[in-house]
């Protein structure tokens, strides 16, 4: 099973970037896609972004879309996500987690695996 760690997570101000670093650890990702999901108190967990493991197809909230960049290192079993002009609004803690198989992409009970999370906090 995969075990995965995310990392980058910090305090920033308004328009300020953060990069957020996912790994797999034991082994390989051999999931059909890998996606951030992010979640706020009081509020439901949030898909962000996703990308493709074999052919690096990417996919966005409308909340991020245009702001946020998802890459995958295959060599590295790690995804990043780049986040760029972060608003208050992006304040949440962000999880990696992988979908095993075919189903909603933006639906948190299609992932079985998932990260503990980072904080990642943009103040005003």
């Known amino acids: 099973q995969a075990q995965l760690v995310e990392s980058g997570g910090g305090l920033v101000q308004a328009g300020a970037s953060l990069r957020l670093s996912c790994t797999a650890s034991?082994?390989?990702?051999?999931?059909?896609?890998v996606s951030w999901f992010r979640q706020a108190p009081g509020k439901e967990r949030e898909f962000v972004a996703g990308?493709?493991?074999?052919?690096?197809?990417?996919y966005y909230g409308n909340s991020v879309k245009g702001r946020f960049t998802i890459s995958r290192d295959n060599a590295r079993n790690q995804i990043d996500l780049q986040m760029n002009g972060l608003e208050p609004e992006d304040t949440a803690v962000y999880f990696c987690?992988?979908?095993?198989?075919?189903?909603?992409?933006?639906?948190?009970?299609?992932?079985?695996?998932w990260g503990q999370g980072t904080q990642v906090t943009v103040s005003s």
């Open positions: 987690a992988s979908k095993v198989r075919v189903g909603p992409l933006q639906a948190p009970s299609e992932y079985a695996y």
């Open positions: 034991h082994r390989s990702f051999t999931s059909y896609i």
């Open positions: 990308v493709g493991w074999i052919h690096g197809d990417t």
